[in-house]
């Protein structure tokens, strides 16, 4: 009987240990300056350029990547091929990549120097600097993580409810568009809520590839990093933005696992 | 039992690996020292710690984070600046001692090899892409002294060029390598650096700024003496050896 008490003690101490110190400096952010000077300092044109910024091109990588990633996902979740695994790996990868990685290789790639540099040049297209480039680096940084989320939900969509789609006329576009999708719903969510999380916060393959510059390529993050050393109540106040959004990403994507209307209970 | 046991050891041992990686690692290391130092001292503080045998941890990074580190509690041995004004108001607020001026630098136009930009006219030139550092660092700040002295449609067209402020020297140059933009405000040793890749444009003797580089031992360092002496050999011996062959000036006078 001690014996399991001294365990359990254990286990608590972890817990807490664990819960301080993941929660504390996450506190510290609202605590460190009054909300009056956080809220007063976000109405600043470089905040409020930021901001926007973020918004927008977070807004822009999230939808080519459900319009281009969903049907990717459905392909990888219902067919068995050769090489199936090497693909997964490859577009799991960025996932663990070290963002200051992730910059070189877009730069290696679609920088003007790059391999793909002189054919997107000849095409009119310039990415570096530009806000497009900025689009480009979140939707790489954060595709794997709705490809990923997205192919276990197909993977998890009953077969036999395909199937008798199928055997009752339906297409396989339609039976992907009126089965797949919505019984893949809770999982195809909470995958969107996990990339655009992770593009909001991308700093490193931002600043390699796309720069800094306010309004065009400076998202918040690079604002915050900007920031810090001559403005630190406004950091802290961007800061404090990104917890919230976050936080309010995480829990609806909790909530939404929930819901049943998106097909929670059916799969 | 055997089993709680053997948790309770890995977390203590956690613990302890975290403790000794942290602040105590000085005790039984007392040589070390911590550097911060500006990203345009990288190539010559690193020679420099080696040639003189100093087991130092240094930190590159634009001086202006470096200095508000050290103003969040921070505490390096040795801060050194790409400029005076960072070390002199640290001092004021009694966070680092006294700054010294150890070296001296000039501020470039930095371009690509067989670029055809070949002054600071050609930069106001439409289409051309610039690189300069951020207002707060002091290589953005430099390069915001040299426009002023400019004609006012000369600076607002060169302003006007300018596709990214960036946090330190060392990601402009990376902007003028890759060939993401046509040129960039930084410093002679930056070019110097390259070995070749960049070429310098040097600046009319009106346009250029007075860019001094300081030094402080920090205000409750771990280990003050060494920092004095590392300061001490950036003047005579080692430390300036290694800084002129990096391209920076002696100190005037």
Redesign the interface.
């Known amino acids: 009987m001690r014996?399991r008490t001294?365990?359990a003690g254990?286990l608590f101490?972890?817990l807490c240990l664990v819960l301080a110190f993941l929660t504390l400096p996450i506190v510290a952010i609202f605590t460190d300056t009054s909300p009056g000077a956080l809220i007063s300092s976000l109405g600043k044109q470089g905040s409020l350029d930021a901001l926007w910024l973020s918004l927008k091109t977070s807004l822009a990588a999230l939808l080519i990547i459900i319009v281009i990633g969903t049907p990717a996902a459905y392909l990888l979740a219902t067919r068995n091929f050769r090489g199936r695994s090497v693909v997964m790996t490859l577009i799991e990868l960025p996932l663990v990549l070290p963002p200051a990685v992730a910059g070189i290789a877009l730069?290696a790639a679609f920088?003007?120097?790059g391999i793909f540099?002189s054919a997107l040049e000849d095409a009119g297209i310039t990415l570096?600097?530009q806000t497009a480039g900025v689009i480009v680096a979140l939707t790489f940084v954060a595709a794997p993580f709705y490809l990923r989320q997205a192919q276990e939900a197909f993977a998890a969509v009953d077969r036999n409810l395909i199937d008798a789609a199928r055997t009752l006329g339906a297409g396989e576009a339609r039976a992907f568009g009126r089965i797949a999708i919505p019984c893949a719903g809770q999982g195809l969510t909470a995958g969107m809520a996990l990339a655009w999380g992770r593009a909001l916060g991308e700093f490193g393959a931002t600043?390699?590839f796309a720069?800094?510059?306010?309004g065009?390529?400076?998202t918040v993050p690079l604002a915050i990093?900007?920031q810090?050393?001559?403005d630190?109540t406004s950091a802290l106040a961007l800061s404090a933005v990104l917890v919230i959004v976050s936080a309010a990403l995480l829990l609806s994507v909790k909530l939404l696992g929930r819901a049943p209307f998106l097909g929670g209970g059916q799969a | 039992?055997r089993r709680?046991g053997a948790?309770?050891s890995l977390?203590a041992g956690c613990v302890l690996f975290l403790s000794a990686c942290g602040g105590s690692s000085s005790s039984t290391d007392s040589n070390q020292l911590i550097v911060s130092a500006a990203a345009s001292l990288q190539t010559a503080f690193s020679n420099y710690a080696n040639d003189a045998g100093f087991n130092a941890k240094q930190s590159f990074a634009?001086s202006?984070?470096l200095?508000?580190q050290i103003?969040?509690g921070v505490k390096p041995d040795v801060f050194a600046s790409a400029n005076t004004t960072l070390p002199d108001e640290l001092h004021k607020d009694g966070l680092v001692g006294k700054p010294v001026v150890f070296a001296t630098n000039s501020l470039v136009i930095a371009v690509p090899k067989g670029s055809s930009i070949h002054s600071i006219g050609d930069l106001a030139k439409p289409g051309t892409?610039i690189?300069i550092g951020?207002?707060?660092?002091p290589v953005g700040s430099y390069t915001r002294e040299v426009l002023d002295r400019l004609p006012s449609s000369e600076s607002k067209a060169i302003l006007g060029n300018?596709?990214?402020?960036?946090?330190d020297v060392s990601?402009i140059v990376?902007?003028i390598t890759?060939?993401?933009?046509d040129a960039g405000f930084v410093y002679i040793t930056d070019v110097v650096a390259t070995n070749g890749q960049l070429e310098a444009i040097k600046l009319p003797k009106s346009l250029q700024p007075n860019v001094a580089y300081g030094a402080s031992v920090v205000d409750g360092a771990q280990n003050p003496d060494e920092a004095k002496r590392f300061i001490d050999g950036l003047l005579h011996g080692k430390g300036a050896a290694a800084l002129k062959q990096a391209g920076f000036k002696p100190p005037p006078g």
């Open positions: 014996r001294a365990f254990l101490v972890c730069l920088g003007p120097k540099g570096v600097l600043l390699m720069g800094s510059f306010p065009i390529t400076q990093f900007a810090f050393s001559t630190f | 039992m709680t948790l309770a977390a634009g202006d984070e200095a508000a103003r969040q892409t690189a951020d207002p707060a660092v300018v596709r990214s402020q960036e946090p990601t990376g902007k890759q060939g993401a933009v």
